[in-house]
């Protein structure tokens, strides 16, 4: 993208586009749909002064509408629907900002154009953009995590377990991502050259060895820098131990209704989101990684993802095979565009902060991949010029559609009533 859009210009553009499209969305849309007949109803309990009244249906902590109720400065006759929507439109800004200086941090080689440019179209990734449009929790959810990872890479790390605080009243899977940010906020302790010496690029890993090789070195520099261990781990044990709490007095993490949030064993959550994460990234995966090195063979990696989907085709039924080569692509290719940046160590804690949230999920709601995904687009080599407006053109094709869709292809259902529409 030309060196014209400066920050003034993206920031216009964008809300430019965002107030237009919320103007015509509550115009087709007036009413609360789907999810939002909990939200919107809670949060003008707040603009009315009532704190104490809980529907049993919410299932997230009030981030969500305490955030709302400051911006609107808990003014009743400003808590409609349409006001309500329009608080969630601060969030693509401040991701905006927090993701052009975390690029800086993790990508030092960009110019500040690049970086720029590269937040521009992230903040447009298809889910987070279309529920910009409803007032639900993702884009707190994001902003905060984001805030919190930016504030550890800047070793404020009282201030990152604060922001991850906030996230977890939006969504409380988000303590394991904060958990996430110590575990990556530690690889740092190690020196440049100590780093290179024991946890090498994910991409060019050959031997499972070097895997333990990696942790090895890893868990030595822990052991000599111990007491700046604890002093970095401190503000998230706090956290940590807040949440247990809550946990107990709560009797689980899901608050009221659970019906729908029962914790299962649904693996095959993390090939979903293999396939999602290549098939939504594929042109930053093109402008990074070539072809040859994408096409080529796996070595050990190759082992371990044919294995991990082979048993989930046969816990889920043999039809599932012809989808093993798919899941084996889409990973590896990640794996390389993430790899080729991250070191291997990243690259396991990324892995298992992944698995802790998506896995426990029984459904299938794409909503749940905008964090992985975030983080994952973010840390990964950054692409630049036509394959970076490629993936603007792209997400912004998906966005026209969805959003059309959405608002002009309503239709119903035998057994239930009122208008349903097509989303994500």
């Not at 804690?349 to 992944?354: K, L």
């Amino acid at each position: 993208m030309p060196g014209i859009f400066t920050p003034a210009t993206i920031v216009a553009l964008h809300l430019s586009v965002l107030i237009t499209v919320s103007v015509i969305w509550s115009r087709i849309v007036p009413q609360p749909y789907m999810d939002e007949i909990f939200h919107i109803p809670q949060a003008q309990r707040y603009c009315q002064g009532d704190y104490w009244t809980w529907d049993p249906k919410l299932t997230t902590p009030p981030g969500l509408y305490v955030i709302s109720n400051i911006l609107l400065a808990a003014q009743r006759p400003l808590c409609s629907t349409f006001f309500l929507r329009l608080t969630n439109l601060s969030y693509p800004f401040i991701i905006l900002f927090t993701v052009a200086s975390l690029l800086k941090s993790i990508h030092p080689h960009l110019t500040r154009q690049e970086r720029l440019n590269s937040a521009a179209v992230i903040i447009c990734f298809p889910i987070l953009w279309f529920f910009n449009f409803l007032y639900y929790t993702d884009g707190g959810s994001s902003a905060f995590i984001l805030l919190s990872w930016l504030a550890a890479k800047k070793r404020h790390h009282l201030l990152s377990a604060l922001g991850s605080a906030v996230a977890v009243t939006f969504r409380q899977t988000n303590i394991i991502w904060s958990l996430f940010i110590v575990g990556t906020a530690l690889l740092e302790l190690s020196t440049p050259a100590e780093r290179r010496r024991f946890d090498p690029k994910a991409a060019f890993v050959q031997s499972p060895l070097q895997l333990i090789q990696a942790l090895t070195g890893f868990i030595q520099i822990l052991l000599s820098k111990f007491t700046r261990v604890i002093t970095i781990s401190l503000p998230y044990l706090g956290l940590l131990a807040g949440f247990a709490a809550f946990v107990k007095w709560n009797g689980g993490i899901v608050l009221g209704d659970r019906s729908n949030h029962i914790p299962s064993m649904h693996v095959m959550q993390l090939f979903y989101f293999a396939v999602f994460s290549a098939g939504m990234s594929m042109f930053a995966i093109l402008g990074v990684v070539p072809v040859a090195r994408l096409i080529r063979r796996p070595t050990f990696k190759y082992g371990l993802l044919s294995f991990g989907s082979s048993l989930m085709s046969r816990y889920n039924g043999i039809i599932l095979y012809a989808l093993v080569p798919a899941y084996i692509a889409a990973a590896w290719f990640c794996w390389q565009a993430l790899g080729t940046e991250q070191t291997i160590l990243w690259v396991v804690i990324y892995a298992v902060a992944t698995m802790l949230t998506l896995i426990p999920s029984p459904l299938l709601e794409f909503r749940y991949f905008i964090t992985p995904y975030l983080i994952y687009r973010i840390a990964m080599r950054q692409p630049r010029g036509v394959w970076l407006f490629l993936e603007l053109l792209f997400y912004t094709a998906i966005n026209a559609v969805t959003v059309w869709m959405f608002l002009n292809k309503p239709f119903r259902w035998a057994h239930q009533e009122g208008v349903q529409r097509f989303m994500w």
